[in-house]
Antibody
Framework: QVQLQESGPGLVKPSETLSLICTVS?????????WGWVRQPPGEGLDWIAT???????YYNPSLKTRVTISVDTSNNQFSLKLSSVTVADTAVYYC????????????WGQGTLVTVSS | QSALTQPASVSGSPGQSITISCTGT?????????VSWYRQHPGKAPKLMVY???KRPSGVSNRFSGSKSGNTASLTISGLQAEDEADYYC???????????FGTGTKVTVL
């Protein structure tokens, strides 16, 4: 079955860039679907960050757009997230997830990875 | 785009039915039939329970049903079970600049 797994540093310093990778298994990203990132600050709700189609079309949360880059690496069946100029407010569990459309719900999620922003 | 409004908590006894509301605006919930609902157990990833207002993904119990009236969507859980104790989030399409607007979340407690 399709599985997603996030990976990346668990600790990032303020003002630096947060970088995460989502590795997809059981399905080839180049075959279709949309792939996105959602985060959840500790004890808070969900917040959509960005989505990408396998062809490279991207969609960003306007409130984060100036700091976020999402990209896809079909050769490694991965997609990634970069969030620049992080602050403590960016501390959250980051989830990668799959959607069948740019406006459709995420039906498969990774287990999530906690990223803490601290000096 | 502001978060959709959900009650902080809802509780019920085993076997009972409960309903969680999700209030948005005419720019999101009221304009599109694209409300989804997620269940999230502590420390776990969200799980899609209902999409496009009232459709259930394969494998999701028919105890979960969704509906909408005006700017408010609702999730009803019938025959409440212990495993239903979790946080629930609604999510609506809010236009091209806000494709995913999540709700504030509701903690469901099974008494």
């Amino acid at each position: 079955q399709v599985q997603l797994q996030e990976s990346g540093p668990g600790l990032v310093k303020p003002s630096e860039t947060l970088s995460l990778i989502c590795t997809v298994s059981g399905y080839s990203i180049s075959s279709g679907y949309y792939w996105g990132w959602v985060r959840q600050p500790p004890g808070e709700g969900l917040d959509w960050i960005a989505t990408i189609y396998h062809s490279g079309s991207t969609y960003y949360n306007p409130s984060l757009k100036t700091r976020v880059t999402i990209s896809v690496d079909t050769s490694n069946n991965q997609f990634s997230l970069k969030l620049s100029s992080v602050t403590v407010a960016d501390t959250a569990v980051y989830y990668c997830a799959r959607s069948y459309g740019s406006i459709h719900p995420f039906d498969i999620w990774g287990q999530g990875t906690l990223v803490t922003v601290s000096s | 785009q502001s978060a959709l409004t959900q009650p902080a908590s809802v509780s019920g006894s085993p076997g009972q039915s409960i309903t969680i509301s999700c209030t948005g605006t005419s720019s999101d919930v009221g304009s599109y039939n694209l409300v989804s609902w997620y269940r999230q157990h502590p420390g776990k990833a969200p799980k899609l329970m209902v999409y496009e207002g009232s459709k259930r993904p394969s494998g999701v119990s028919n105890r979960f049903s969704g509906s909408k009236s005006g700017n408010t969507a609702s999730l009803t859980i019938s025959g409440l079970q212990a495993e239903d104790e979790a946080d629930y989030y609604c999510c609506s399409y809010g236009g091209s600049s806000a494709p995913y607007v999540f709700g504030t979340g509701t903690k469901v407690t099974v008494l």
